[in-house]
């Protein structure tokens, strides 16, 4: 069964740091997004991204966040300076259509610790 | 705005006794429903959803939920637990936006089955 996967499972940096997590979503699926869930909260949608560029974004994807589809397989999150608070699990996910009935595909994880 | 509510943080129950996991929600329109399932080290693990019909929906391993518009839930049930459905659940509405759709996360319960 194809899945989302998402590297690394764990990142370690240090404040002010780039990070950059790397997703590569089911390989017939056209849109995607990321989320996160800091500790002990709830996931909250950060963007989503259809077609090369971003469809949408919440308050909290500001200047310092970014995403990429570099190539036909990687979807990529970069933070440009990482700040503690930064710390969290993301998720990517995938669908592979924009219907909002069907369900979206989510791979296990990063986890992200800023020191 | 638009929420999802789920008021226990964790729900034990013994092996072979039904369960339920609650979950309320707070939208405008016709609610779209998922629940999603994360076992250790796992990401978000689609169980079923409500889209229209039949208020009573069937799901992976089991599951069905209970869709009540009146009391705007969308409870999770299971008619015999197993110690394997231990895990974290949550539950999510979909909303759409500028073209694409993303999910309103709730809280999540952690279901703990005692054997």
């Known amino acids: 069964e194809p899945e989302v996967t998402q590297t690394p499972s764990h990142q370690v940096t240090q404040m002010g740091q780039e990070v950059i997590l790397r997703c590569v979503p089911i390989?017939?699926?056209?849109?995607f997004y990321w989320y996160r869930q800091i500790l002990g909260q709830k996931v909250e949608f950060l963007v989503s991204?259809?077609?090369?560029?971003?469809?949408?974004k919440s308050e909290i994807f500001d200047d310092q966040f970014s995403v990429e589809r570099p190539d036909g397989s990687n979807f990529t999150l970069k933070i440009r300076s990482t700040k503690l608070e930064d710390s969290a699990m993301y998720f990517c996910?995938?669908?592979?259509?924009?219907?909002?009935?069907?369900?979206?595909?989510f791979g296990p994880g990063t986890r992200l610790t800023v020191l | 705005a638009q929420s999802v509510a789920q008021p226990e943080d964790q729900v034990n129950v013994a092996e072979g006794n039904p369960l339920t996991v609650k979950c309320t929600y707070s939208?405008?329109?016709?609610?779209?429903l998922f629940w999603y399932v994360q076992y250790p080290n796992r990401g978000l693990q689609f169980l079923l959803k409500?889209?229209?019909?039949?208020?009573l929906v069937k799901g992976s391993y089991g599951f069905e939920a209970e869709f009540n518009k009146s009391q705007t839930s969308f409870h999770l049930k299971k008619p015999s637990a197993l110690v394997s459905d231990s895990a974290l659940y949550f539950c999510?509405?979909?909303?759409?936006?500028?073209?694409?759709?993303?999910?309103?996360f709730g809280t999540g319960t952690r279901l703990k089955v005692l054997a």
């Open positions: 409500y889209i229209t019909g039949d208020n």
């Open positions: 996910a995938s669908s592979s259509d924009r219907e909002s009935y069907n369900e979206q595909f």
């Open positions: 999510a509405v979909s909303r759409t936006t500028s073209g694409t759709y993303k999910y309103i």
């Open positions: 991204f259809y077609n090369n560029e971003i469809s949408e």
């Open positions: 390989s017939n699926h056209l849109y």
């Open positions: 939208v405008s329109g016709n609610p779209y």
